[in-house]
Every structure is written in C-alpha cells, then in structure tokens.
C-alpha cells in the first residue's frame, strides 16, 4: 500500500511539474475505505491489541523513554532509527491501516519545478522535489534527514498489463470545474484487475497531460493516459483491500519562494 501511495504521489509531482506555467499550491484530499473483510478482521484484530491495558503500559513506557534526556539525545544523533520508532509507535498507536494512510498532500510548483509534502500516516513529514533544469526527482525524508535520488524508467513498458480506458457520458463538478469519468481497468499481477474512476477538466488551460502521456516514473506505474481529455482533479483507485480516493481540495495561485525548490542542507543521500 505504501509502494502505490508514493508511486501516486511521484507521478503527480513530477507531472505537474513538467507541463505547467501555474505558480501556487494544488492541495489534494486522501482516504482510504477498507472493504475486504480479512483485512476488516485484522484492522479489529489490531485495535483490541491497542486497547489492551498491557499495549497501553508499552506505550507509556515507550514514549517516557523517548522523552529521557539521554535516550532522545542518542535518537537525535541516528535519524534514521528515531523516524523508525516514531513510524512503529504511530502504528501501536492508531492500530488500523487508515493511521498509516497519508490524509493529503500539498503539492508547490513554480517555474517547472514542484514540491510535494505528504500529510499524516507512516509517510507523514516525507516530500517528493521535482527540479526541472536538472529532470531530477528526489523523495526527502525529514525525520532521518535523508534523501533519495529516483531512478528513471528506461524507456515505455512492454508488459501486457495495458489498461483499459473508457470515457463515460457521465460528469461532475469539482471545484467549479465540469469533470468528465473515465473508467481505468489495469491487470493486476495477481490476475484480479484494478479499476480506477478518473475524473479530468479541460477547464484548466495552463496543464498540458497529453504531452507526458508516453512518460512514467516506472514501468507499469502511471496515471496519465493518452486516451483521457483534461487535467484529473479527483481519482477513486478500487483495490482488493478496498478503495483509496484522491480529490484535489483546492488550487490557489501564490508567489513561492525559490528557496523552496532546494535540498534541505545537512541531509545525506541513501539509496534504495
């Protein structure tokens, strides 16, 4: 889930990036709705053991100890463990998967370059900087002060898993633009297909998708598609553990410092 998550977010930072002369911030609304009843059952299953007055003393005894002067001073000495405990202690803590799942993302963009902060779930304080004069992206992760640069595809997939789109008659307003729906259709590699409802405005003018459509972050990894018209403004992605939508909640035209746009200092690469 994790994986999707961020090759979402990737997607639509460095398209957006690429194909617009708009400066300000796009802010995008996420959920997660868990329809599959196993994982219904382990989510229950999760939440007693949250519950559990023993869970509870844990936790209490983990959070005085991450509070202990000399305990928080060797965390921030190793960035990387204290994002870890921190990522471990937000599971205990919320005990259900819709806690680990980001809530939005607020993506800055000028000049061809954009930024994309996650908000909230295990990828919370966690951005993806897309700089355009280098084509360059990099996911930043601010706990452990790191950052890693993403490998490009090599080139357009041969696999099989082609998606299916469908134009539909029918449309929605969002943010007072009229949405056309498609229907999305990609195999899944266990057989079962995923459907995505796509929603996308030819209102907005200064968003060209058509000219990334043959472009991917990785191969079978995409949501820009050819045969859809417009910008997308809200997608529902129907998995088998159930559906995750992304709806933009907001476009508002800002000056954004430059600065912005940069490699936070002090952070070290890792790679993956």
């Known amino acids: ?109 000028k000049g061809g370059n954009s930024l994309t902060s996650i908000q909230g779930g295990l990828m919370d304080k966690n951005d993806v900087l897309y700089l355009s004069d280098k084509d360059v992206t990099y996911t930043i992760n601010h706990p452990a002060k790191s950052y890693v640069i993403m490998a490009k595809s090599t080139g357009p997939s041969t696999s099989d898993r082609k998606p299916k789109v469908t134009k539909t008659s029918e449309t929605a307003t969002i943010l007072g633009h009229t949405c056309t729906k498609y229907l999305i259709e990609t195999p899944g590699l266990d057989g079962k297909s995923i459907t995505t409802n796509y929603w996308a405005t030819t209102e907005i003018k200064d968003i060209d998708m058509k000219a990334l459509a043959k472009q991917h972050m990785a191969k079978d990894q995409t949501f820009i598609y050819p045969e859809v018209d417009g910008v997308p403004l809200k997608m529902e992605m129907m998995m088998p553990q159930g559906t995750m939508t992304m709806e933009v909640a907001e476009i508002k035209k800002s000056s954004i410092p430059a600065s912005d746009f940069t490699l936070p200092a002090g952070y070290a690469e890792t790679k993956i």
Request: proline residues 5%.
């Open 1 to 109: 889930m994790k994986k999707i998550v961020l090759a979402v977010v990737m997607i639509l930072a460095v398209m957006v990036g690429r194909t617009q002369s708009f400066e300000g911030t796009i802010h995008w609304n996420m959920k997660m709705e868990i329809t599959d009843p196993k994982v219904k059952a382990q989510i229950e299953e999760a939440k007693k053991k949250a519950a559990d007055p023993a869970n509870q003393a844990k936790m209490k005894e983990m959070q005085a100890k991450m509070n202990d002067p000399q305990f928080k001073a060797m965390l921030d000495s190793n960035p990387q463990m204290k994002a870890q405990m921190e990522a471990m202690m937000k599971i205990i803590a919320g005990g259900d998967m819709s806690s680990m799942m980001p809530s939005g993302i607020v993506i800055k963009l």
